[in-house]
């Protein structure tokens, strides 16, 4: 399981050595691994019904908890099987698609590397190992948005779903620890078993607005949802891939997988409801405002998350059923229909619905598959999507609260949605061809392939849901709702209001699809509202923070040192000067204090009197040299108080700094005084308020017992163990090594440092 | 400097100072004394010299470049820390000769540790001085 897993990263770690080499055969290696990781998968959909609990477990940071354990349940089979499946398609159809692009291999590395994160989401059961393949999925994708490295775009858009998923994905992490120091575990089986635990803790809450934000942000809800639409930068397979059929159903599968344990409360169910209600409604009206196809079904596509995020939240049984159904409709019709307009786009070089029709001249076979998917997503009757819409309005009609509202809204937004998928899939082919597309040829069978066969997956499914009700559906259910009742699936249910609601969707979306046309008009009639969107919202508060770290660089970073030295400095003593605010204790004891000796006096006579030197010559040299009188001083103190090894380092140290200084004053003009009185009065107060500080701080240490338990042990053992008699040498080579080992890396870290920053010309101009 | 008593001292001074600087590394495990410090002192002299005959002389004395000192260095520390697992012991444990070197004494894993030490300190302080003494 664990190289089923991590097979998309291997190969994903292979390609940069194989893909020079083998960059023309290289997809086709690729794009066996999804069609046996798929296979792989479907060998164990029979011991999935027949309920034995299918786990792997493999150890990783065990101390802590975190363990590669990876469960499958029938929610993960059901995004596996769309992950690999789907990914199957795409991998075939970027074959041609992307043919002859001097990045393929690195299309498919990333690709591969999404695909192994994705699946290490759906699979993990330890919740840490869940939140680092999830944001893995959000980094793969950023790598995939920004494919076309090039265009500015392209990173745009890559930076702002990085940043808004990235972003979540750190909230996520937060509500997972807290889950955890709550339920004590990570591994989410375990977890089940401490559910009241969690449900009447205090941190619930915390829990799960964590959580939501997580999914919210990665699932495109609103307001978090103008990533997506940014996404479709990215080339249409990927837009299949990540934003229809797999990562952006994450956040869903987070919610659907969290619901047995953190659901059926007020606080779940009602925040869902509202969430995904608001994003189903609002992301189809900004939908049937569209004319760039990609557009359409980007807007659809987090209308149809919302959809799926309020179904969790009506959160009966019928509802949750309706869910996952939903989840296999919408990744079959929506990535056929992505697929589609990959073709189109492949072939006539423009995504503009005002200008493509009558295509199913020249495509009778992707024709087939647009019409098939658009049918679905509209749900007629014998595709997959009826079934899907039956148990929607199912669930809200006969829902206890607010029937009629929940119903009205899933009605308003299925209309809504059926004239979208309309749109991209059956009116660029009907009609008869235009004159500018007259010369437009059929695709290749490798792009044509792969959305009629989720097309035959949609008719299959949906006329004869026997096939999905007892293998897939059914574990699916249970591990979304908890609970083992039987299912089923007909479709037939006799007359009765949800079969009047079917069909007035089915009416009422026709008739807006026949007199509702998309033009640039209506698209640009919403321009004026954009100021308001959360988008730009956002974008103001990104760029208010921009201005902010500048004006916050230009105060703190300005070039100075010695302006560095002062705030440093002042940050210090005011901290400080708090945390003596409260009060001091200073306590000195004079018999334990010996006579000051002459030597002693002579030598803080010697530094006073070179202190004053150093501040007041106007020769710069004479300064340098009374600093390092001051050192030297040092130096005698630690040999009065016997510490030779300090006072021998501290002298060398002395030395080199004198010496580092001659070595630049020899280039230097003569000492200006570039400081006014009133700046040298100001560094004179806060040099001694935080003289003053750290001599009160030293006398407060005196009045600590000190401990010397430490300096005994070490001053025992140092020849027992180490067979040294100067214990300061022995503490630095032997018992603490490994700190002297680090020391000394971070000193050659220091130097190269230096060497590089005095080096490094930024500015090659001023050379000449 | 053009002073030709000072040119003259250095060109005794660096051996006297350097024959001193290794006398303070052997001594460290049992007196005051020990890499880091006789790292500085070796600095110190090359860097006396370099005063006194200018840096390309100084670097045509050291031969190789102080930059290289430093992995050089980190590697023989390295060494020291990671041979007792030859005799799977844990690293960092002290490993001993049994019987004292004349003029050095006792040798044990952890001289060599400062040795490592020295050659690092050397280079990192000849590394700064010599990079600011030519840029500037």
């Known amino acids: 399981m664990l190289l089923v897993v991590l097979s998309g990263f291997i190969l994903a770690a292979l390609t940069p050595f194989v893909g020079k080499i083998a960059k023309t055969y290289l997809p086709w290696v690729f794009s066996f691994l999804p069609v046996l990781l798929f296979s792989y998968f479907l060998t164990h959909i029979n011991s999935l019904s027949s309920k034995t609990k299918l786990t792997w477990s493999y150890e990783w940071v065990p101390s802590l908890g975190i363990n590669l354990d990876f469960e499958l349940n029938g929610l993960s089979m059901l995004f596996a099987l769309m992950i690999t499946g789907i990914g199957s398609l795409v991998y075939f159809y970027s074959i041609y698609y992307l043919k002859g692009h001097p990045y393929i291999d690195r299309f498919y590395g990333y690709l591969s590397m999404f695909m192994a994160s994705m699946l290490g989401v759906v699979l993990s059961d330890n919740l840490l190992v869940m939140f680092i393949f999830w944001e893995l999925t959000s980094i793969s994708s950023f790598f995939l948005i920004g494919f076309n490295n090039e265009d500015p775009k392209s990173r745009k858009s890559a930076l702002t779903a990085l940043s808004i998923t990235g972003l979540g994905g750190l909230v996520l992490l937060v509500g997972i620890l807290l889950l955890q120091s709550v339920g004590g575990t990570y591994s989410f089986s375990d977890l089940a078993a401490n559910k009241s635990i969690i449900l009447e803790s205090s941190a619930y809450t915390w829990i799960v607005l964590f959580i939501f934000i997580g999914s919210f942000t990665k699932s495109a809800q609103f307001p978090f949802h103008f990533w997506l639409p940014g996404a479709m930068k990215a080339p249409t397979p990927v837009s299949t891939y990540l934003h229809s059929a797999t990562m952006v159903k994450a956040g869903i599968f987070l919610l659907a997988k969290m619901t047995p344990l953190l659901g059926s409360t007020a606080l779940w169910n009602q925040t869902l409801l509202i969430v995904g209600g608001i994003t189903m409604v609002y992301a ?282 002062l705030s440093i400095l002042a940050f210090l003593t005011i901290i400080m000067g708090y945390r003596l605010y409260e009060g001091v204790s200073i306590y000195i004891d004079w018999n334990q204090i010996s006579a000051v000796t002459p030597s002693e006096v002579i030598v803080v006579t010697l530094m006073i009197i070179s202190i004053l030197f150093a501040i007041l010559s106007t020769s710069r040299t004479a300064s340098i040299v009374a600093l390092g009188v001051i050192g030297f001083a040092n130096c005698l103190f630690f040999l009065f108080y016997s510490a030779p090894d300090l006072a021998m380092t501290q002298f060398s140290i002395d030395t080199l700094t004198v010496l580092l200084f001659m070595l630049v004053l020899f280039k230097l003009p003569k000492n200006k005084v570039f400081s006014s009185n009133r700046i040298r009065v100001r560094d004179a107060v806060v040099s001694i308020l935080f003289g003053l500080l750290i001599a009160i701080l030293t006398l407060e240490v005196f009045v600590e017992p000190s401990s010397t338990e430490i300096s005994e042990y070490y001053a025992n053992n140092a020849y027992i163990l180490a067979k040294g008699r100067n214990v300061v040498n022995v503490i630095l080579v032997d018992f603490r090594g490994m700190d002297t080992l680090v020391e000394t890396t971070v000193l050659i870290i220091a130097a190269i440092g230096v060497f590089s920053l005095i080096k490094l010309n930024l500015n090659p101009a001023k050379d000449q | 400097m053009k002073s030709l008593v000072f040119k003259t001292a250095s060109n005794y001074l660096l051996p006297l100072l350097l024959l001193f600087s290794i006398f303070i590394l052997l001594r460290g495990h049992y007196l005051p004394g020990g890499g880091f410090v006789g790292g500085l002192m070796a600095s110190v002299a090359f860097l006396i010299h370099s005063f006194a005959h200018g840096l390309k002389e100084t670097r045509t004395i050291i031969r190789v470049n102080p930059g290289f000192l430093m992995p050089f260095g980190l590697m023989i520390c390295l060494i020291a820390g990671l041979s007792p697992w030859v005799l799977s012991l844990p690293a960092m444990t002290g490993l001993w000769f049994d019987e004292p070197f004349k003029f050095v004494g006792m040798v044990g894993s952890a001289l060599f540790f400062d040795i490592g030490v020295y050659f690092v300190v050397v280079g990192t302080t000849l590394t700064i001085m010599f990079t600011i003494a030519e840029t500037v």
């Open chain 1, 284 to 565: 189809a009206i900004h939908a049937l405002f569209r004319i760039d196809l990609k557009g359409i079904l980007a807007y659809s596509t987090i209308s149809a998350l919302g959809m799926l995020v309020f179904l969790i939240g009506v959160g009966t049984e019928k509802a949750l059923l309706a869910a996952s159904v939903f989840i296999l409709t919408h990744a079959l019709y929506k990535a056929a229909l992505f697929l589609i307009t990959g073709i189109i786009d492949h072939q006539t070089g423009t995504r503009d619905i005002t200008k493509l029709q009558g295509l199913q001249h020249v495509m009778k076979p992707v024709a087939i598959a647009g019409y098939i998917a658009a049918l679905s997503s509209a749900g007629f009757p014998l595709f997959l999507g009826f079934l899907s819409k039956e148990l929607m309005y199912e669930s809200t009609f006969h829902n206890p609260e607010f029937a009629w509202l929940l119903t009205s809204s899933l009605l308003f937004a299925k209309i809504l949605l059926l004239v979208a998928g309309f749109w991209a899939g059956i009116k660029p082919f009907s009609g008869s061809l235009s004159n500018e597309l007259a010369s437009v040829k059929g695709p290749s069978a490798f792009l044509w392939i792969p959305p009629v066969i989720l097309g035959i997956g949609t008719v299959l499914f949906g006329a004869f849901p026997a096939l999905l009700e007892k293998s897939l559906m059914q574990p699916v259910y249970e591990s979304i709702s908890g609970n083992t009742n039987e299912i089923y699936l007909s479709l037939w249910h006799g007359f009765n209001w949800v079969l009047l609601l079917s069909i007035l969707t089915l009416i009422a979306g026709t008739l807006l699809f026949v007199y509702w046309k998309p033009t640039l008009q209506k698209l640009e009639k919403t321009i004026p509202f954009e100021k308001i969107s959360p988008q730009t919202f956002i974008e103001n508060f990104a760029t208010g923070f921009w201005v902010f770290a500048g004006y916050w660089t230009r105060l703190v970073q300005n070039g100075y040192l010695r302006n560095y030295v």
